[in-house]
Every structure is written in C-alpha cells, then in structure tokens.
Nanobody, 118 residues
Framework: QVHLVESGGGWVQAGGSLRLSCAAS????????MGWFRQAPGKQRELVAT???????TYADSVKGRFTISRDNAKNTVYLQMNSLKPEDTAVYYC????????????WGQGTQVTVSS
C-alpha cells in the first residue's frame, strides 16, 4: 500500500519560503523514487523535483537553485524546501512515487496549495 499526504502549503509573499512535507505510509526505500509535482491554474501538472533512494536529486529548470528536495527515511517523509518564491510558483503541489521509470502511481492525493503574491 502507498498512501501519501502533502502538507505545509500556504500563502507567502514573493521572496518568501515554505517547506512542504510528504508523509508516506510505507518505507520510502521500498517505494523508490519520489517526486514533487505542481499544477498551476490552467496549466498541466509538471514535475518539480525528484529524489531517489540513494538521495540523488533532479530539478526542473524553473526551480533549480531555489528549491531543495530531501528525504527522511526514518520518518518516511519527503520534503520540498522552497526559497525565493515567485508568483509563478503558485500551484497545488503534489507528491507521488514512481512505480517504474516515468510512471507514477495513479492515485494522486489532495495536494497542498501554495500561493505566492507579489
């Protein structure tokens, strides 16, 4: 079973910071690669960052240098530290796990809303 719950979103002024959390019901190591995604109003969902079981990370160009994905396997939690937030970062943020290369689980959670105002 895989159950992921996002939290930590909120409202922040441009330039501010937020840290999102993704709590997993099972072992992150067993789940495998984790990713943070976001979907802005009127736009398709996009990949923001990924982290492997070996803590290798990738980032979308739009957030590189500003966001940091990390994991705490003891807590079965993945984090997304977001700094220097911009209005264009406004979106609903979701976490999900990759079942295999390029394929996430189909059951997306509720996500957590991040709103950045100028």
């Amino acid at each position: 079973q895989v159950h992921l719950v996002e939290s930590g979103g909120g409202w922040v002024q441009a330039g501010g910071s937020l840290r999102l959390s993704c709590a997993a019901s099972g072992s992150l190591f067993s789940i495998g690669v984790m990713g943070w995604f976001r979907q802005a109003p009127g736009k398709q969902r996009e990949l923001v960052a990924t982290i492997t079981t070996a803590a290798r990370t990738t980032y979308a160009d739009s957030v590189k240098g500003r966001f940091t994905i990390s994991r705490d396997n003891a807590k079965n939690t993945v984090y997304l530290q977001m700094n220097s937030l911009k209005p264009e970062d406004t979106a609903v943020y979701y976490c999900n796990a990759y079942r295999t290369v390029g394929r996430t689980y189909d059951n997306w959670g509720q996500g957590t809303q991040v709103t950045v105002s100028s």
